[in-house]
């Protein structure tokens, strides 16, 4: 199968290059930035182009992996053909290709990408959405070319999926950072913080979050958290502890009213 990635970010990245180990001929990439383009496509071994009406028409499958901001502009400037043509977003719908492709859909990989960290997908959750049987069919045998981990999932489901995502990585990640703010702050090394991250992980593979949590928040022992809160310079951070606290005092309750 012959291949265009239009985007050279991390997912497009990542992606593309995963597809091509499974025996996808790439023709071609693009990306707005000539040094990305220019990057993956050395990698990939094909040409580039930064002009979205330089992109070649003869290739079987189009993988739109942009920012979601661009993401139906990019669509609309691409000549239609008649290549299976699909998005790599967790919040876009799949209606955006209606009027620009008669093959369409959806592939969208649950995992987070960084282009200096290499990624495995053969565990990674990859969901599906598409127009019509022919493309289910096709789509199937691209996921699975690339992931044991292969499900169908709505425009609609998609999006909860999206959010959820949002809240486990992105969210989280930003606590970390704050958290190792803190620490530089008062010179002790982050890196004390890994193994209480992993087992924090590790954790919920064997129970729910909720029963895997501890701390201060859950029996709201105000002692501890009055002084915790003293330490805190920074008022959006002084919030943001008072949320996440009475967030987590409030599941803990609700859990406990719920057992008797």
């Not at 990305?36 to 990939?44: C, P, S, T």
Request: hydrophobic share 40%.
């Amino acid at each position: 199968m012959k291949a265009v990635i239009i985007g050279a970010g991390n997912l497009a990245t990542h992606l593309s290059l995963s597809l091509q180990r499974a025996g996808m001929d790439f023709l071609q990439v693009y990306s707005h930035t000539d040094a990305n383009a220019r990057e993956l496509a050395l990698r990939l071994h094909c040409k580039w182009t930064t002009s979205l009406e330089e992109i070649r028409g003869d290739a079987n499958l189009y993988i739109f992996s942009v920012k979601d901001s661009v993401l139906e502009e990019v669509v609309r400037q691409v000549s239609p053909n008649e290549g299976l043509w699909i998005h790599t977003s967790g919040s876009m719908p799949i209606s955006l290709f209606e009027g620009h492709a008669e093959h369409y859909g959806v592939l969208y990989p649950l995992q987070t990408f960084s282009k200096a960290r290499s990624v495995d997908f053969t565990y990674i959750p990859i969901f599906l959405e598409a127009n019509n049987q022919q493309t289910s069919a096709l789509l199937k045998w691209i996921g699975d070319s690339l992931s044991v981990n292969v499900r169908f999932l709505s425009t609609e489901k998609r999006r909860y999926l999206h959010l959820a995502a949002v809240f486990a990585c992105n969210f989280t990640n930003h606590i970390y950072s704050i958290a190792d703010k803190i620490l530089s702050e008062q010179e002790i090394p982050g890196n004390v913080l890994l193994p209480l991250i992993d087992e924090t992980a590790a954790k919920i593979h064997d129970m729910a979050p909720a029963e895997a949590q501890t701390g201060p928040a859950v029996r709201f022992d105000e002692n501890v958290m009055d002084k915790q809160l003293a330490l805190i310079d920074d008022e959006e951070i002084k919030t943001l502890y008072r949320l996440i606290s009475n967030d987590i005092h409030k599941e803990a309750t609700d859990n406990e009213q719920h057992t008797l």
